[in-house]
């Protein structure tokens, strides 16, 4: 047990660190509510970044009307699923015309997919399409980009861009038209607000917030998981393989992929999930006790921060034979089948039940179409006399990207 739950207690704030599947879902499905907490500052200073919206709201009636409004709004932008997956074909065409620029030659894939992942973001929640060279992506006052996450200029991009987009938004707002995502918050606010009597949740301004979750939250996770999805396809040229032959097969030449070609590629599938689990790239999350528990026999006060250690949990032997190894094979069926994205005991990077990821719809839709796209346009390599590069992480973060380091795309067709 003491390889599976840690205690401490420094400068009398409590935590508990969880370490193994059967504890975190004691913790999280057993208990229901009793980890839905976030106490201000319990990981980082998230709180003073995000401000009024959902990530980091502690457990209060503000909290469940804003989930119940993120996940109606997601909801509703999605209905046309196929449609949200076409929305992200702006921003896949000039990635790939900034990777053509480079016609052959080494560059760091990096800065294209951080830039072109907010390219997508931002149209979906405001229908205007930028280019990777836009104010709005280059501006170290704007959008949140790797160069500018620093607490003090990440609270002056909430304070100014998102308040400002949002009422721009909500004036052009119609009443039954969903023209964004931002469209999608206000009609679901305004329909939630219905339900409510006598309680604090908040103002419909408070939408600025969710906006920011949004930005800030999926840039971040997005464009990491890209970047470590090319290591390890030029890592491993013989799975990348495997994924081109895939993609060939259900694909062909003639089209590009879609989000309708989902379900018939197993094996790109169990690829993205593989680099989710062996890159380490969310370390840790957790909640915060809202009463009293326990969990593995332990007392758990309230108030004690509850931590997953995803880093040792993506990585337990008693979940996940060989880990070290990079093996998409762990997530298919014997049928060769994706076993799906939440099914696996020791697999938890949405985290589950009331703090689980809304917005994961949406980043499933972007990862795979990025992903699917871009490995069925070109074949990634190292440049020649290059190394493999390394799986070190580029600097100590709750999301972490590897170094930088170079490939080469060639196209793979014409």
């Given at each position: 047990?003491?390889r599976?739950?840690?205690?401490?207690?420094?400068?009398?704030?409590?935590?508990?660190?969880?370490?193994?599947?059967?504890?975190?879902?004691?913790?999280?499905?057993g208990?229901?509510?009793?980890v839905?907490?976030?106490?201000p500052g319990?990981?980082y200073?998230?709180?003073?970044?995000?401000g009024?919206?959902?990530?980091?709201?502690d457990y209060?009636?503000?909290?469940?009307?804003?989930?119940?409004?993120?996940?109606?709004?997601?909801?509703v932008?999605?209905?046309?699923?196929?449609q949200?997956?076409?929305?992200?074909g702006h921003?896949?065409?000039?990635?790939i015309?900034?990777?053509?620029?480079?016609?052959?030659?080494?560059f760091?894939p990096?800065?294209?997919?951080?830039?072109?992942?907010?390219?997508q973001?931002?149209?979906?929640?405001?229908?205007?399409?930028?280019q990777?060279?836009?104010?709005?992506?280059?501006?170290?006052?704007?959008?949140?980009?790797?160069?500018?996450?620093?607490?003090?200029?990440?609270?002056?991009?909430r304070?100014?861009?998102?308040?400002?987009?949002?009422?721009?938004?909500?004036?052009a707002y119609?009443?039954?038209?969903?023209r964004?995502?931002?469209?999608?918050?206000?009609?679901?606010?305004e329909k939630?607000?219905?339900?409510?009597?006598?309680?604090?949740?908040g103002?419909?301004?408070?939408?600025?917030?969710?906006?920011?979750?949004v930005?800030f939250?999926?840039?971040?996770?997005t464009?990491?998981s890209?970047?470590?999805?090319?290591?390890y396809?030029?890592?491993?040229?013989d799975i990348?393989?495997?994924?081109?032959?895939?993609?060939?097969?259900?694909?062909?030449?003639?089209?590009?992929?879609?989000?309708k070609?989902?379900?018939?590629?197993?094996y790109?599938?169990?690829?993205?999930?593989?680099?989710?689990?062996?890159?380490?790239?969310?370390?840790?999350?957790?909640?915060?006790?809202?009463?009293?528990?326990?969990?593995?026999g332990?007392?758990v006060?309230?108030?004690?921060?509850?931590?997953?250690n995803?880093?040792?949990?993506?990585?337990?032997?008693?979940?996940?034979?060989?880990?070290?190894k990079?093996?998409?094979e762990?997530f298919?069926?014997?049928d060769?089948?994706?076993?799906?994205?939440?099914?696996?005991?020791?697999f938890?990077?949405?985290s589950?039940?009331?703090?689980?990821?809304?917005?994961?719809?949406?980043?499933?839709?972007m990862?795979?179409?990025f992903?699917?796209?871009?490995?069925?346009?070109?074949?990634?390599?190292?440049p020649?006399?290059?190394?493999?590069?390394?799986?070190?992480?580029?600097?100590a973060?709750?999301?972490?990207r590897?170094?930088d380091?170079?490939?080469?795309?060639?196209?793979?067709k014409d």
């Amino acid at each position: 047990m003491e390889r599976d739950l840690n205690s401490t207690d420094a400068g009398g704030d409590k935590t508990v660190v969880l370490n193994c599947a059967s504890l975190v879902r004691e913790a999280r499905l057993g208990k229901l509510e009793n980890v839905s907490g976030k106490a201000p500052g319990c990981i980082y200073l998230w709180h003073e970044i995000f401000g009024k919206d959902l990530i980091t709201t502690d457990y209060s009636p503000e909290l469940r009307f804003r989930r119940r409004v993120f996940k109606s709004a997601i909801h509703v932008f999605g209905a046309g699923i196929e449609q949200v997956s076409e929305r992200a074909g702006h921003s896949v065409n000039i990635a790939i015309k900034e990777i053509d620029s480079h016609e052959g030659k080494p560059f760091s894939p990096r800065g294209i997919l951080e830039s072109s992942i907010l390219v997508q973001l931002w149209e979906w929640l405001t229908s205007k399409k930028l280019q990777l060279n836009d104010s709005v992506i280059k501006s170290p006052s704007y959008l949140p980009t790797q160069t500018n996450r620093d607490i003090k200029r990440a609270k002056h991009i909430r304070n100014t861009v998102f308040p400002k987009e949002y009422h721009a938004q909500k004036e052009a707002y119609s009443p039954g038209v969903i023209r964004n995502l931002t469209d999608s918050f206000i009609s679901c606010y305004e329909k939630e607000i219905t339900k409510e009597a006598n309680q604090d949740i908040g103002s419909m301004d408070d939408t600025a917030g969710l906006m920011c979750d949004v930005t800030f939250a999926g840039s971040d996770t997005t464009s990491s998981s890209l970047a470590w999805l090319f290591l390890y396809m030029v890592s491993y040229p013989d799975i990348q393989e495997k994924v081109h032959k895939e993609l060939d097969v259900v694909v062909g030449s003639d089209r590009l992929p879609s989000w309708k070609d989902v379900r018939n590629m197993p094996y790109l599938q169990a690829t993205l999930w593989e680099v989710q689990r062996v890159s380490g790239m969310m370390v840790v999350i957790g909640t915060s006790a809202i009463r009293d528990m326990t969990i593995g026999g332990y007392d758990v006060p309230k108030g004690t921060f509850v931590a997953v250690n995803l880093a040792k949990l993506h990585h337990d032997e008693r979940e996940w034979p060989e880990p070290e190894k990079f093996k998409p094979e762990r997530f298919l069926d014997s049928d060769g089948q994706f076993v799906g994205w939440n099914k696996l005991n020791g697999f938890l990077l949405f985290s589950i039940r009331r703090r689980q990821c809304a917005g994961q719809p949406l980043a499933k839709i972007m990862l795979f179409t990025f992903a699917s796209i871009l490995l069925h346009y070109y074949k990634i390599e190292l440049p020649e006399g290059e190394k493999i590069p390394s799986t070190e992480v580029s600097e100590a973060a709750l999301i972490r990207r590897p170094k930088d380091f170079k490939i080469v795309a060639k196209k793979r067709k014409d």
